[in-house]
């Protein structure tokens, strides 16, 4: 498996509160993506960044920032999580080599705002 | 909005069955992938076909790409229950070197013993 670790795997918050979801991998990737996965949508990509300190939105990015400070990190940050925000986040990363872009995916971050 | 739409939502089989999920998308494309999600796991990658391919084969998968009707599928030869997951395409719509995907929203698979 790539070594890609999400933290928390789990959280349960409150409606108004920040979150901070971290995404850290050990593959030294340059590319590093956010998305969030609900019943009947698929995944939808939230943000992404294409180096340190350059990222850029997705489909659904807001309500969301994210920050990345070194290659293996990417945080993504509710500022103020709404119940709307409740799903599954997954990390993806991706050394695109030769226009191949696999991107292998962590483990999850299932968050609930109540 | 979704590039890639997966056709049938749902597919049960028997094991030893095959089973052939498909995938239509939108615009034009460098090159489409096919991915797995076990229950509660994050995807794994099972295969990908760049634009000028036709057809390419892994294993028990098979995978086909006809850019002229813009769709795809995916060929489980032989299935067995741990076959079993959740099945998305995904697509880089052309996207140049940033590696974005967009994906379907999947065919969840059931093998029965």
Known sequence: DAGITQSPRHKVTETGTPVTLRCHQTENHRYMYWYRQDPGHGLRLIHYSYGVKDTDKGEVSDGYSVSRSKTEDFLLTLESATSSQTSVYFCAISGLAGGYNEQFFGPGTRLTVL | ?113
């Open chain 2, 1 to 113: 909005s979704q590039q890639g739409e997966e056709d049938p939502q749902a597919l049960s089989i028997q094991e030893g069955e095959n089973a052939t999920m498909n995938c239509s998308y939108k615009t034009s494309i460098n090159n489409l992938q096919w991915y797995r999600q076990n229950s509660g796991r994050g995807l794994v990658h099972l295969i990908l076909i760049r634009s000028n391919e036709r057809e390419k084969h892994s294993g028990r998968l098979r995978v086909t790409l006809d850019t002229s009707k813009k769709s795809s599928s995916l060929l489980i030869t032989a299935s067995r229950a741990a076959d079993t997951a959740s099945y998305f395409c995904a697509t880089d719509e052309g996207s140049g070197n940033t590696g974005k995907l967009i994906f379907g929203q999947g065919t969840t698979l059931q093998v029965k013993p």
